[in-house]
């Protein structure tokens, strides 16, 4: 059981500006909801020269300075005519917790999204609230029972305001400044999104954009419902270097061109053994088409690029061509690595980008038949692009620095998300012991398939 021992709004602590904030296209397709993610800190050396009391007053007072910068995390949203938000910066604040939990940290095991105990560490949001009271971003402390150095920090951010490229900034930057640190003009948020927004770009001819069109359903259905309420859970596999290296070289991807020819990466390798696994555990007809979904960060891929540290949301989706299970299954390795690889070079060029952010802007009936992952818990949808069975979704968290994320109390021991996907779904991310060539796969599939994932997912 976790107690609340102190709640705190905290506001810049400067003027900033207010009024309405622009959003660029790329905002408005995420849902509006929180991504909650949660640091575990275990200091088992005893250098930690603060109480957790002192920690939190350092927390409060360097997060009120970088709001000075963050300043439309303060805001709220509402919403506009057809579906879409927008953001008024009128210094409501953002929300710091203080707790204290009566169990230990090693009865929260492995903290996962599966264990309802893990709930307890997050910030608590009522979306049954009008969204004009909600806060955009929160974070909760809690002091484990009887671990004099054992803490959680989860951060809840909407994500209209961030994709996890600018969150992973967000909380590095207010950690060093916890410390005792200051910012370099280098780490600043460059925070306007009129430079990502389809008016600030030249217009192009329209490309297909399967992305935004229905993914398959499994054979002999009408719709996704009965899969969208089937059951989910997380499960979390650590490949080491040497398996890493062994799926890449099963994933050689051939060909003439030279996209082709360069290596085979290391996301491109265990998302396709991730498809492959869920094709055998799922027992589908070989004629089922299927596909996989991902996301590309665009920050370079727009000419010019985005302003470093560009804070927002500067993710594209993409899909692969639709497949067939047998061709998955039984084809090489690398055939299911040349789709996903074909899928992000889609989005990797600036005519593409700016044709998808035209036609999202374009879009007049509503938002929620654009938008990527509008499900939320318990909420059931027949025209949701569902990219549960017999779809999956796939991403990569390796390039974000979230084991640099020092408080004051050290560096991170775990670092993960607290929720579990309305989707099939499996990421690549960073490894506490990283610096061995070690990654993480962070797993969210049917309950009733797992055991057959998990069996297959270690035949490599």
């Known amino acids: 059981m976790v107690s609340i021992k102190a709640s705190y709004v905290v506001t810049p602590k400067e003027e900033t500006p207010k009024g309405l904030f622009c959003l660029s296209e790329s905002d408005q397709i995420w849902r509006w909801s929180h991504t909650a993610t949660i640091y575990v800190y275990n200091n088992n050396n005893n250098d930690v020269n603060m109480n957790v009391d002192e920690l939190v007053q350092r927390m409060r007072d360097s997060l009120s300075h970088l709001?000075?910068?963050?300043?439309?995390l303060c805001g709220r949203l509402s919403w506009t005519e057809g579906g879409r938000l927008q953001?008024?910066?009128?210094?409501?604040?953002?929300?710091?917790i203080q707790a204290e939990s009566t169990k230990s940290i090693d009865?929260?095991?492995?903290?996962?999204?599966?264990?309802?105990?893990?709930?307890?560490?997050?910030?608590?949001?009522?979306?049954?609230?009008?969204?004009?009271?909600?806060?955009?971003?929160?974070?909760?402390?809690?002091?484990?029972?009887?671990?004099?150095?054992?803490?959680?920090?989860?951060?809840?951010?909407?994500?209209?305001?961030?994709?996890?490229?600018?969150?992973?900034?967000?909380?590095n930057s207010w950690a060093k400044l916890a410390r005792g640190g200051a910012l370099g003009p280098d780490e600043l948020p460059f925070i306007d999104r009129m430079v990502f927004t389809s008016s600030s770009l030249p217009a192009l001819r329209?490309?297909?954009?399967?992305?935004?069109?229905?993914?398959?359903l499994i054979l002999g259905r009408t719709d996704n419902i009965e899969e969208q309420k089937k059951s989910r859970r997380e499960a979390r596999f650590k490949l080491t270097a040497e398996q890493v290296q062994k799926l890449k070289q099963k994933a050689?991807?051939?060909?003439?061109?030279?996209?082709?020819?360069?290596?085979v990466s290391r996301f491109e390798a265990i998302g396709a053994h991730i498809w492959r696994?869920?094709?055998?555990?799922?027992?589908?007809?070989?004629?089922?088409?299927?596909?996989?979904?991902?996301?590309?960060?665009?920050?370079?891929?727009?000419?010019?690029?985005?302003?470093?540290?560009?804070?927002?949301?500067?993710?594209?989706?993409?899909?692969t061509s639709t497949c067939c299970v047998g061709d998955i299954i039984s084809e090489p390795l690398g055939y299911t690595a040349k789709k996903i690889r074909e899928a992000v070079e889609r989005v990797s060029n600036d005519e593409y980008i700016r044709s998808q952010l035209e036609h999202i802007a374009e879009v007049q009936d509503g938002m929620d038949s654009i938008r990527t992952q509008f499900l939320e818990k318990g909420e059931y949808k027949a025209n949701a692009s569902f990219y549960?069975?017999?779809n999956i979704v796939l991403g990569s968290w390796t390039h974000f620095p979230v084991y640099e994320t020092?408080?004051?109390?050290?560096?991170?021991?775990?670092?993960?998300?607290?929720?579990?996907?309305?989707?099939?779904?499996?990421?690549?991310?960073?490894?506490?012991?990283?610096?061995?060539?070690?990654?993480?796969?962070?797993?969210?599939?049917?309950i009733e398939h797992m055991d057959k994932f998990i069996k297959h997912f270690w035949d490599i």
Not at 87 to 96: A, E, P, R, S
Not at 107 to 120: L, T
């Open 67 to 72: 709001l000075v910068h963050y300043y439309p």
């Open 252 to 263: 050689h991807i051939g060909g003439d061109s030279e996209s082709m020819q360069r290596p």
């Open 87 to 96: 953001m008024d910066c009128n210094t409501k604040g953002v929300i710091l």
């Open 406 to 446: 020092d408080f004051g109390w050290g560096k991170p021991n775990y670092f993960g998300p607290t929720y579990v996907s309305p989707f099939d779904m499996g990421i690549v991310a960073p490894s506490p012991d990283g610096d061995d060539g070690s990654v993480l796969v962070l797993l969210c599939f049917q």
């Open 206 to 216: 329209r490309f297909d954009h399967p992305e935004f069109k229905p993914p398959p």
């Open 107 to 171: 009865e929260y095991g492995e903290f996962s999204p599966n264990d309802d105990a893990i709930k307890e560490l997050i910030p608590n949001l009522d979306y049954s609230k009008p969204i004009e009271d909600i806060p955009l971003f929160l974070a909760q402390v809690t002091k484990f029972h009887g671990d004099g150095n054992a803490i959680a920090i989860a951060t809840a951010i909407s994500h209209t305001m961030s994709d996890g490229v600018s969150r992973t900034q967000f909380n």
């Open 388 to 390: 549960g069975n017999p």
């Open 277 to 319: 696994c869920a094709c055998m555990a799922r027992g589908l007809d070989k004629s089922q088409p299927t596909l996989a979904k991902t996301m590309v960060n665009v920050r370079n891929k727009v000419n010019p690029p985005l302003p470093k540290n560009y804070f927002g949301n500067a993710i594209a989706s993409t899909v």
